[in-house]
């Protein structure tokens, strides 16, 4: 049947081509021929591989895969270098080839849903076109750095797997609109997160979280949904806290990012000879009560802000946990804010 459907298309050189639900367990070599092809449905076979001649196929821009019986990425899917949209979902794919990614540099959208993979391969910041990633329903534990090379990426759908972080450098994806990754273990949102300066719809319910970003009112956030996690709840009682001893290099540090304020201070030309040093205090906080920069010892308080007045929020209502960093006890003590201590059961 495939042959005959095939044979008489060939006559008519369509654009698009359906081959839908059709039972195959293998496309017809034929289909080589058919290279003025711009758009391939495959959906809802037996399909396990596709016939290198598929590889001739050098003008398509959309292939449908989906609900078939692939475990991994057919060979011929490197040579679609003009390949736009690749859909895969319902497989059985448990990895992806890094050979066959390398080459796809104008996909701007790809759906993985429902499949079997547990983690990326590093080559997938190869994929430097992509606009939508959509994985729900795998069995990821962790995403790798790379995929925060994805400067283009607007949508990314990891609902449904396993994961139980986002990778600290998740600010990178500054085009950022949608991210949803409901019904995870994610126990901690980074703090780059709040470097998406595009993000609008953030879909974080039913994870582990407890306290969110401390940039998370920075966001032009207008859609948010946190319900099913055990969020820290405005219960305050009394403490007591004893005075921090600050280490010496802590000590060092703060005096050197307070003489860098001063544009007459030796130290601000001196440090252009230490690019180490540099470094490390490029990863300094900023007290968010006294405004003084901190390196590595801090203390962990949380504010809570109204979704509706606060976040704009018009979806949420209710406070929200945002997480705070203060440079000291003295700074915590004082009079004048809305910190709070963070105790956990």
Sequence with gaps: ?????????????????????????????????????????????????????????????????????????????????????????????????????????????????????????PEICRLSSLQHLSVDYNQLTDLPVEICALLRLEEFHAANNQLTSLPLEF????????????????????ESLGKCYKLRTLDIAANELRIFPTELNTLPLKEMYCEENPLLQHIPVHSVQEEEVLSLKEINARYIMKELKDRWSYLRRAIRHYPQIKEMLAQASKCAVCGESFLNTWLECVRFVDAREDLKLNNLSGLIPVRALLCSYRCFNSAGHDYYGVAFP
């Design 1 to 121: 049947m495939a042959d005959t459907m095939l044979i008489r298309a060939l006559k008519g050189k369509p654009k698009a081509l359906n081959l839908c639900n059709k039972k195959l367990d293998k496309v017809p070599k034929i289909i080589g021929k058919l290279d003025c092809v711009l758009h391939l449905q495959l959906r809802g076979n037996k399909l396990k591989t596709l016939p290198i001649e598929l590889s001739h196929l050098f003008q398509l821009q959309i292939l449908n895969l989906g609900n078939n019986e692939f475990e991994e990425l057919p060979e011929a899917l490197e040579y679609l270098t003009m390949l736009e949209k690749l859909h895969l979902f319902n497989n059985h794919l448990k990895t992806l080839s890094p050979k066959v990614l390398t080459n796809l540099r104008n996909l701007t959208f790809l759906n993985l849903n429902s499949n079997n993979l547990k983690t990326f391969p």
């Design 171 to 190: 600010g990178f994806l500054v085009n950022l609109e949608k991210l949803h990754i409901q019904k995870n273990k994610i126990r901690e949102l980074p």
